[in-house]
C-alpha cells in the first residue's frame, strides 16, 4: 500500500446536483469516468456542500456565474484553470481542484482520495502508519520516482501519469516545510526500511531525511519493529487527520478505492488501535538508532 495511490478507472457511482442553481436537492447519477471533468465536477460540489454554500454564492465570490457551476458540477463542461484556482482560495480546499484538473487529463482518482487530500491539506495534525513503504508525505523524490518508474516498466502506469503522480505528491509535501506546519506523527512497519526501493543510493537518501524529519520538534517519528508479529495492533495503512475544529477523520484505502471515515465512534476505534501501536512501537530514540543502523547496512552494502 502506497501514499501514491488513489487512481483508478473503474467507474463509480456519485450523486450529482441536476437542480437550480441555487443549490436544489434534485440528483442524479453520474458516472466521474464519463469524463475527465466528471469527478472534478463532483469534488467541487463536495467542497461546495460541505461549506454549505448555493452555486449562486460561489459564482458571486469568484466572480463566475452559477449556470456555469452548474453546469462543471454536472459534468457538462469541463471548468477553465481560473474557476478551479479561485474555487480552491474560496472553499479552501488547499489546491486541491486545480491538482485534479491536472490529474484528471490522463487518470481518475479513486473514490475517497481527492477529498481526503483536502483536508490533509487543512489538517493540524497528521498520524499515519504505512506498512511495505515510506508514506508518500515522507518520500524524497529519487525514492518517490524509483516507485513510480517500477509502474511504467510494469506497464500498470504511463509516463505521463507516473510525473503527474509525483507533482500531486510533492504539492502535498509543501505543506510539511511551512512556517506552521501540522504537527506529524508517523509510525512505519520496519519493512518501510527494509525494502530497497531505488537500490542503496536512494535507500541512503531516504533514510537521511527520515533522520532529518525525526529531528524536528512538530514530528514523531516511531518504528515498529518487526518482532511485534502477529500482535501488532494494526494490519493495514491508516491516516488520522485532526482538522481546524478539532474532528477527527480517518483515511484508509484498498487497491480500488479509498474509504474516508468520518463516524465518530469508528475513528475513535482507529484512534484507540494507532495509540496502542504507539506504545508497541520503538520509542523516539530507538527509531531514530533504527534507522541509522539501517542506513550504514545500506551504506555497507554500497561499497
Known sequence: MVELRGYDRKPQNWRIDLGSIGGSMNQRELDPASSPSAALGVQL????????ITQTELGQMISFSASYISRIERGVEPPSRRLVQEADRALDTGGTLELMLDQLKHSLLIEGFP???????RATAI??????????????QSYAEAYEMAAVRQGASTSAQATERLA????????????????LQAVLDATCLLRPIGGPAVMIEQLLHLEALAAMPTNVLQIAPLELGEDRPLNYPLALLTLPDRRVIGYTETLQRG??????????????????????????????????????????HGR
Do not use: C, M
Open 168 to 183: 500531486f505528491l510533492h504539492t502535498r509535501q509543501i505543506r510539511l516545510s511551512e512556517p506552521r506546519p501540522p504537527s
Open 115 to 121: 477529498e481526503f487530500a483536502e483536508h490533509e491539506a
Open 259 to 300: 474509504y474516508l471515515e468520518r463516524d465518530a465512534e469508528t475513528v475513535a476505534g482507529w484512534v484507540g488501535s494507532y495509540d496502542r501501536l504507539q506504545v508497541e512501537s520503538l520509542s523516539r530514540g530507538a527509531s531514530l538508532a533504527f534507522i541509522r543502523k539501517v542506513r550504514k547496512d545500506f551504506e555497507d
Open 45 to 52: 460540489r463536495r467542497s461546495r456542500n460541505a461549506r454549505g
Open 127 to 140: 498520524r499515519l502508519f504505512e506498512i511495505g513503504v515510506v508514506p508518500g508525505l515522507l518520500q524524497v
